[in-house]
């Protein structure tokens, strides 16, 4: 299974501090890119995502920065605050597959934020 | 608008006991389907995939079986219970592009 490789495994930041966590992949053939918030006991929820066609796409406080030659993407989570504090994962996968277009995870970041 | 709904939410069950645990979406037709397992709060292991009824593919061969028997029905089975199955599932559905809609997970301990 093709990897997704991401950092930090724990984050500890600041209210009003910038969150930063890094994803690298391997597969040249994904083309789509989403980053999912999870909090304790819950399912993921997509929070945003990103093709290769951009290099950076902004929701509010958050933002994807995307290099397609170096194959690593990054949520940046500005203004972090208290209701930030879960667990981040990053995801790739190649649309249209006919073998059910399925996403490869990375290993989690646990994001924590200090009031 | 699409809903999934998973159940049970909590689920204690001795070693060697069954497991049946499911998954049904509403307001779609033809989804992908998917179950997953995350272990201590951490890391998504895809267990099995459905592109449609009665499709299933397995990800990782063990002591789990998935089934599809209607559209929007996906099961999770097992005959016999193993301590090491104990952790946290989650169903998913997808339809088109774009990212995965989870369901709200079973936790379950095997004792």
């Known amino acids: 299974q093709q990897q997704v490789k991401q950092s930090p495994q724990s984050l500890i930041v600041q209210k009003g501090g910038i969150s930063i966590i890094n994803c690298a992949y391997e597969?040249?053939?994904?083309?789509?890119f989403p980053w999912y918030q999870q909090f304790p006991g819950k399912g993921p929820a997509l929070l945003i995502a990103?093709?290769?066609?951009?290099s950076e796409k902004k929701e509010g406080r958050f933002t994807i920065s995307f290099n397609k030659s170096a194959k690593q993407f990054s949520l940046h989570i500005m203004d972090s605050q208290p209701g930030d504090s879960a667990t981040y994962f990053c995801?790739?996968?190649?649309?249209?597959?006919?073998?059910?277009?399925?996403?490869?995870f990375g290993e989690g970041t646990q994001l924590t934020v200090n009031p | 608008s699409q809903t999934i709904h998973q159940w049970p939410a909590t689920l204690v069950q001795p070693v060697g006991s069954p497991l049946s645990l499911e998954c049904t979406v509403e307001?779609?037709?033809?989804?992908?389907l998917y179950w997953y397992r995350q272990a201590a709060g951490r890391g998504l292991q895809l267990l099995f995939y459905?592109?449609?009824?009665?499709?299933i593919s397995s990800e990782v061969p063990q002591n789990l079986s998935a089934s599809r028997p209607q559209d929007r029905q996906f099961i999770l089975s097992s005959k016999k219970l193993l301590l090491s199955d104990s952790g946290f599932y989650l169903c998913?559905?997808?339809?088109?592009?774009?990212?995965?809609?989870f369901g709200s997970g079973t936790r379950l301990t095997v004792v």
């Open positions: 998913a559905w997808r339809k088109g592009g774009g990212g995965y809609t």
């Open positions: 597969n040249t053939a994904f083309d789509y």
């Open positions: 990103i093709r290769p066609d951009v």
């Open positions: 995801a790739a996968s190649k649309e249209g597959e006919t073998s059910g277009s399925r996403l490869t």
């Open positions: 307001g779609t037709s033809n989804p992908n």
């Open positions: 459905s592109v449609g009824i009665g499709q």
